[in-house]
């Protein structure tokens, strides 16, 4: 049996990269170093800005890296690859067309999670370029769910939280998240997706109740079983 070995693809950004690795090792079942996921990680720091590329840059070029990023990992001796950003996902089944070893879909794979738990309505936590191009309305659409995204002036204050704050290695602000949680409950959502890692980063920082369903919990859960290893019960 050929050994698995996880690839994570990160950088996107670092600190995220990081907090995702500490989950994948936080959640797995393991009392020795040796049964531990084998792991090698590419934090490509250098990568475009996956919104900016998207909505008016160079995407193409952006996924061109991705691609790089993918087969480096895949050269590596990776068996599943892992890309801990949202946005990034924009080009996910382009990718997976590219390189031989399954992607590990974060959006689809974190939809499928809510669908299980027969929500019904959701909103959606996450970049401009994540929000515009409907990475994570596609995935609902297709499993009944009704998305939900913020009206502008709540999702300046999402996108102040990631950019201003938790990019520049900031904690992020209590008071902004608590005008976002005052929304999503107003619109009737029954929870919501924390859709953008550095939003991960800030439920790391601060904890945030079951309503929130962190996509990068259900990526690095499905990293571990896709690997063939066991999750630790929580």
Not at 32 to 54: G, K, N, Y
Not at 110 to 120: D, M, P, R, S
Request: charged share 25%.
């Amino acid at each position: 049996m050929t050994e698995q070995r996880l690839g994570i693809l990160g950088g996107m950004g670092p600190q995220a990269t990081q907090d995702f690795y500490q989950r994948i090792l936080d959640r797995t079942d393991a009392s020795c170093d040796q049964e531990h996921l084998p792991t090698l990680i590419w934090s490509d720091t250098s990568m475009p800005d996956r919104t900016a590329a998207i909505l008016g840059g160079d995407a193409e070029g952006c996924y061109r890296r991705l691609l790089e990023g993918a087969r480096l990992l895949e050269r590596g001796g990776c068996t599943v690859l892992a890309i801990p950003c949202n946005t990034s996902h924009y080009f996910a089944d382009r990718l997976q067309g590219e390189i031989s070893i399954p992607l590990i879909h974060m959006p689809r794979e974190t939809v499928g999670v809510l669908a299980a738990a027969g929500q019904k309505k959701v909103g959606i936590l996450a970049t401009d370029g994540t929000v515009q191009t409907g990475i994570y309305q596609k995935e609902c659409g297709a499993r009944g769910i009704e998305a939900a995204a913020p009206p502008p002036e709540v999702q300046k204050l999402v996108m102040s939280i990631i950019y201003d704050e938790i990019k520049r290695g900031e904690k992020g602000s209590r008071e902004k998240f608590a005008v976002i949680d005052k929304w999503l409950r107003a619109a009737g959502c029954g929870g919501a997706i924390l859709a953008c890692t550095e939003l991960s980063v800030y439920r790391t920082y601060h904890g945030l109740p079951d309503y929130y369903l962190d996509a990068m919990d259900v990526l690095a859960e499905k990293c571990i079983t896709a690997c063939g290893y066991k999750l630790r019960m929580v």
